[in-house]
């Protein structure tokens, strides 16, 4: 009989954060090993617990989450939401342009298929989170990559992304904070991509998962606050900043020149209709959450978790000779840098395939987040500073002696 092929809808569709080292991080671990994975953004197996009273919501009204709801989502999430946006001040956001859903991953392969024909394209960041580029691929569309400057703490460059601008053009993404790099971006730099949507006619996507996840003094500056006049579609969610990423509770909002995107909105609509509703007990957690003592401050200040792990992280990187990061001002990854010449790596995935089997910890290298060259990798520093300490120093012994 002949062989059972996958859709050729697939084809350039690619997750390596869940990939082929990681296929084989878990067949270590079937064979008895304990591997440290620095591989995902999951809070959780760190010692993150969400907070109790968030829990205590949720179990409250279990047995009201038995059906489903109204396929936008529950009117209790989305009025938190709406009132979110008005204490950012993101105007005009009424209760019916907030959508729930599994997670922030399946709303941004919602918003990507509601919005592209075959061959239009989007303007996607380099380095990305490759979910995105996967899902523009997936709707049949082509992700242009612009490139973010390393050299000036991984800010966006205005004029690549000018020069990538071309008639199939619909929509630029912005993730800020940023996953990889862990910059935050400034207003100046927001209202640069504003002008470019606003005189190309784009939706801008803004991933602001990260958002509640900043240190020392940098801001963060919700998009839709500046976007007013060009269609703006926000991502946001549980995950990250309440700890509760196996909850898959996310919301995307419509904002700024709404007008110009009622059909565009019905697609989103229609596809939300489709999945009949998103996990209806994580809504039940998006008003508590939203509402209640925001505990992530505790983590992200002088003494908190995330703040004195990055630190440690980042001291343990200043170590290594041949290595150098900028320092992140969000999120809970480091993106750092290999200089090529002292280390001549042609095949990061190899490398970092090598590093999981003699050290046992799992990495990311940095193409699969379509970055070019094999002279990045990410790291996550969830694990408490002795821990993600050893890790890097695992890294650096590791990279000194590896045979190139």
């Known amino acids: 009989m ?36 620095l591989n995902i953004g999951n809070p959780a197996p760190f010692g993150f617990d969400a907070p109790d009273e968030i829990i205590a919501d949720v179990i409250q009204n279990m047995r009201g989450a038995q059906g489903y709801t109204a396929s ?23 209760i019916d342009d907030i959508f729930l859903g599994n997670g922030v991953s399946e709303l941004i392969v919602m918003a990507n298929q509601a919005l592209l024909n075959d061959g239009e394209e989007v303007l996607v960041p380099s380095p990305d989170y490759p979910l995105w580029t996967a899902a523009v691929n997936l709707a049949g569309g082509k992700a242009v990559h612009y490139v973010c400057d390393e050299q000036s703490d991984w800010l966006p460059d205005i004029e690549d992304i000018k020069s990538k601008i071309s008639p199939r053009t619909r929509a630029i993404v912005v993730i800020n904070p940023n996953n990889p790099t862990g910059a935050v971006y400034s207003q100046e730099a927001l209202e640069q991509i504003i002008e470019l949507a606003r005189q190309h006619n784009l939706v801008i996507f803004a991933d602001e998962i990260y ?8 801001e963060f500056v919700p998009l839709g606050r500046l ?14 900043s309440y700890r509760l990423a196996g909850f898959r509770s996310g919301w995307l909002i419509v904002s700024g020149a709404k007008h110009l ?14 999945r009949l509703c998103a996990n209806v007990p994580a809504m039940y957690a ?8 925001q505990s992530i401050n505790e983590l992200i200040r002088p003494g908190g978790r995330f703040y004195e792990q990055r630190n440690a992280a980042m001291a343990a990187l200043e170590q290594i000779p041949g290595i150098s990061c900028v320092k992140p001002k969000g999120a809970i990854y480091l993106f750092p840098k290999i200089d090529l010449k002292r280390y001549p790596i042609v095949d990061d995935q190899q490398m970092i395939l090598d590093f999981l089997i003699q050290k046992k910890v799992l990495l990311v290298q940095g193409t699969a987040f379509n970055w070019k060259e094999p002279d990045h990798l ?24 590896y045979k190139f």
């Open 227 to 240: 976007a007013k006049d060009v269609v703006c579609i926000t991502f946001n969610g549980l995950s990250k």
């Open 261 to 274: 995107a009622a059909e565009y909105v019905k697609g989103i609509e229609m596809l939300s209709s489709m």
């Open 286 to 293: 998006v008003q508590t959450a939203l509402g209640g003592y």
């Open 72 to 94: 936008k989502g529950l009117f209790s999430a989305r009025k938190a939401i709406m009132q979110e946006c008005q204490r950012l001040g993101v105007e005009g956001v009424d």
């Open 211 to 218: 958002s509640k996840i900043i240190y020392d003094d940098a």
């Open 2 to 37: 002949q062989r059972i092929q996958k859709s050729q809808k697939l084809n350039g569709v690619c997750y390596d954060i869940r990939g082929p080292v990681l296929e084989h991080a878990t067949r270590l671990e079937d064979e008895g090993h304990r591997i440290l994975k």
């Open 378 to 401: 990410r790291i996550v520093f969830l694990p408490i500073k002795e821990e993600i300490t050893r890790a890097i120093n695992s890294f650096g012994d590791f990279l000194q002696n």
